[in-house]
């Protein structure tokens, strides 16, 4: 008897034993893992901002290179036989070709063996295409009483509308316009000389400008 009461006991010590064993295993395996310390949040937080600036920098930069860059134009004036005749804006170190071409190419009537149209075009030129017979009516013109007509196939300064004025080789539709203004203040020239009063109009100028200028 005495011997089972002994076994009993031996028994029951061996299941508190493994009960506690399990309580504690499972105390350490349920036990939850240690919160993160703010100081290492914080880093965090800052190191993912960091990167998001970065990113952002990156895309901005890549849209500044991006952006179109601007092209520097002239403003030209296309007359004479051309199917739309008017003034236009052209990228800087354009040609003739480039001018005609803007203003809708060369008529059928237009004639092009007089036209240079390789030649550099500068800002405010006048590009004149002259149709077919007209080159040979001015020299029939011409030809018939050189000594009358030389003066007559000159612009007068004093009588010109600013159409007139800006079909002269070397003004442009500003110092065209700049004469008439100049005209109308002052009153009229009294030689191609005054034109040395006009903004932008130097001395070189107005020696290229009297084979194509006059005043009464």
């Given at each position: 008897m005495e011997a089972i009461i002994e076994k009993i006991k031996e028994y029951?010590?061996?299941?508190?034993?493994t009960s506690l064993g399990l309580l504690v295993s499972g105390f350490f395996l349920l036990k939850p893992a240690p919160p993160t310390p703010v100081k290492e949040r914080n880093l965090q937080a800052e190191v993912a901002a960091v990167s998001k600036d970065s990113v952002s920098e990156k895309e901005m930069?890549?849209?500044?290179?991006?952006?179109?860059?601007e092209q520097d134009l002239i403003t030209v004036d296309v007359k004479g036989a051309v199917k739309s005749p008017g003034i236009y804006d052209l990228p800087v170190g354009s040609r003739v070709n480039d001018?005609?071409?803007?203003a809708g190419g060369l008529t059928e009537q237009a004639d092009s063996k007089g036209l240079n149209l390789a030649q550099?075009?500068?800002d405010e030129a006048l590009v004149y295409v002259p149709s077919k017979g007209e080159a040979a009516a001015s020299q029939q013109a011409g030809s018939g009483?050189?000594?009358?007509t030389s003066k007559d196939k000159k612009v007068n300064l004093n009588k010109a509308n600013l159409e007139e004025l800006k079909q002269v080789k070397g003004l442009g539709g500003k110092r065209a316009q700049d004469i008439i203004d100049h005209r109308e203040t002052n009153g009229q020239f009294k030689s191609v000389d005054e034109l040395k009063k006009v903004s932008g109009i130097g001395a070189k100028t107005i020696e290229k400008l009297k084979d194509y200028v006059a005043v009464d």
């Open positions: 029951k010590i061996i299941v508190i034993c930069k890549k849209e500044e290179k991006e952006e179109p860059i001018a005609v071409q803007k550099k075009v500068s009483a050189p000594s009358s």
